[in-house]
């Protein structure tokens, strides 16, 4: 298995760079939530309807595809700045995206525009925000969880966790749901308070998904897990083998995807791996050609796209995980892909290079490159579309809004 050199000029994320400091203050603050409870405030927010959200990758069961239509040539319309680089990816709210910046402001960007409704400081985060009735949630790396109204910023509730989070809060069942440290914790939506916490064997760098009653994650022990969502019981664990070496994220760092009863999920070891979540058997085990962090693409109708490090997409069926096709974007790709359907469908592609990369899904042609970053650094936030508008965030600390 080829694993991607990483160059002096690398730049990783703020989180593979403080894991050591912010572990151990997670121990500190762990000893304290158990005196405390872990309330910080317990002002309630509006959930009219615990069941609608805007989260990660477009769905509780984080399938990363949306609708729109996408024109033949699209070029950067707009630009809202920032001074760090965007980590977080944007979440649709109505005609508007909502997108933790790099320099600890949650922003919220009318698409068609890009004008700015608000801006609020934030604690330091790089997970993305899940809507949640009239409010966000909005995850920081402290391990504050706190809601925002989406008509003006203003705060609802906030929950101190104890460890660091770099998980996009999930809503399920009136709970929202967060990975912290190396456990999984679910909160009330309504107040935000603890309901329960379970402790898995690595961090978790990946997001929460929800597939049937359970919800699936993996960690840096490279283990993807199976919980039950009411209690957070463990179905099962499934070892997706060795750590692999010269990565700066071990283990799982990608969002599973799920589609019915199978779970898919790749590791930095290069293994994509697809789970059947009545036992936790091994469906099909494919190996790609580098390490992964991002999250497969799904088109609900049997098919996906990965993305590797090495630069490389590659459509797959999840019946079997056998390839259909291979490409070479040119340069690494650390932000999931998105499939955008519609009259003419295209898969959107962020890599390192500074470029998000329209490819034709059946058959990963190359359609269109838009500069949207520049090149040497990393592009880890995932596109968005609002209509005709693909939304992103770069590596300059820019959101950028193209059609």
Do not use: M, Q
């Given at each position: 298995m080829a694993l991607r050199v990483r160059h002096a000029t690398d730049r990783p994320p703020r989180w593979a760079r403080t894991r050591a400091p912010v572990r151990l203050l997670a121990l500190v603050a762990c000893a304290l939530v158990a005196i405390t409870g872990c309330r910080a405030d317990s002002d309630p927010v509006d959930v009219e309807d615990t069941s609608a959200t805007s989260t990660f990758r477009d769905g509780p069961d984080r399938p990363g595809r949306v609708r729109g239509t996408i024109a033949d040539e699209p070029a950067s319309t707009w630009t809202v700045d920032g001074d760090e680089p965007v980590i977080a990816s944007p979440v649709v709210v109505d005609d508007a995206v909502a997108v933790p910046l790099g320099d600890d402001q949650v922003v919220l960007v009318e698409a068609a525009t890009g004008r700015e409704r608000w801006?609020?400081?934030?604690?330091?985060?790089?997970?993305?925000?899940?809507?949640?009735?009239?409010?966000?949630?909005?995850?920081?790396?402290?391990?504050?969880?706190?809601?925002?109204?989406?008509?003006?910023?203003?705060?609802?509730?906030?929950?101190?966790?104890?460890a660091r989070v770099r998980s996009s809060p999930l809503l399920v069942d009136g709970r929202v749901v967060v990975g912290t440290g190396d456990e999984v914790v679910a909160l009330g939506a309504v107040d935000g308070r603890e309901a329960w916490r379970t402790a898995l064997a690595g961090l978790i760098d990946g997001f929460v998904a929800v597939a049937g009653d359970l919800l699936v994650v993996g960690d840096t022990a490279n283990t993807l897990w199976g919980l039950d969502a009411a209690d957070g019981t463990v179905a099962f664990e499934v070892s997706l083998g060795p750590l692999a070496d010269d990565t700066f994220v071990d283990g799982i760092a990608a969002t599973p995807a799920v589609a019915g009863d199978r779970v898919m999920v790749a590791s930095t070891n290069g293994r994509l791996v697809a789970v059947d979540t009545d036992g936790g058997e091994v469906a099909w085990d494919t190996d790609l050609d580098g390490p992964v962090y991002a999250s497969a693409a799904l088109d609900g109708d049997g098919g996906g796209w990965i993305a590797t490090a090495t630069g490389t997409v590659a459509a797959f069926e999840v019946a079997d995980g056998s390839t259909a096709w291979e490409v070479d974007v040119g340069d690494a790709v650390y932000a999931s892909p998105t499939l955008v359907e519609g009259p003419d469908p295209v898969l959107l592609v962020v890599e390192e290079g500074g470029s998000l990369v329209g490819l034709d899904p059946s058959d990963g042609g190359e359609r269109w490159r838009v500069p949207v970053g520049t090149d040497g650094n990393y592009m880890a936030s995932t596109p968005t579309v609002v209509g005709d508008t693909v939304v992103v965030g770069t590596n300059t600390g820019d959101l950028v809004g193209i059609r």
């Open positions: 801006r609020v400081d934030v604690s330091p985060t790089e997970a993305s925000a899940t809507l949640l009735g009239s409010h966000l949630v909005v995850a920081g790396l402290d391990g504050t969880v706190t809601t925002l109204s989406v008509v003006d910023g203003s705060p609802g509730w906030t929950t101190e966790l104890g």
